[in-house]
């Protein structure tokens, strides 16, 4: 099982970005994905993610994402985007994605409840 994640790059204040996370050689159903970011010496954090539970799927952003960031998947490719707008320099981190057999519904958030981790894409943000 493999994620690759892309899209990263840099980008001005105000700009726009949109992240993929391609997951290959999985054998079983995805039900959680999540993109979660971190700063070097400080803790990953959970982005924004997506928890499918049969028919009924929940999204989660952190607050200071709410409007700008939007998760979305693609099953036909098994790609997850993160498309970014209105970034600042604060969104600056290596982004990863990751994903869970589980329907993780709110506990999305929380990065030990993922079994499969991407290297990760740098997103950097210039003031």
């Known amino acids: 099982e493999q994620l690759v994640e892309s899209g990263g790059g840099l980008v001005q204040f105000g700009g726009s970005l949109r992240l993929s996370c391609v997951a290959s050689g999985f054998t079983f159903e995805v039900k959680s994905v999540g993109w979660f970011r971190q700063v070097p010496g400080q803790e990953r954090e959970a982005v924004s993610c997506l928890s499918r539970d049969g028919a009924r799927e929940t999204t989660v952003h952190r607050e200071s994402v709410e409007g700008r960031f939007t998760i979305s998947r693609d099953d036909a490719t098994n790609t997850v985007y993160l498309d970014m707008r209105l970034l600042s320099p604060a969104d600056t981190a290596v982004y990863y994605c990751?994903?869970?057999?589980?329907?993780?519904?709110?506990?999305?958030?929380?990065?030990?409840?993922?079994?499969?981790w991407g290297r990760g894409t740098q997103v950097t943000v210039s003031s």
């Open positions: 990751a994903a869970s057999p589980l329907s993780l519904r709110g506990a999305c958030t929380r990065s030990s409840k993922y079994n499969f």
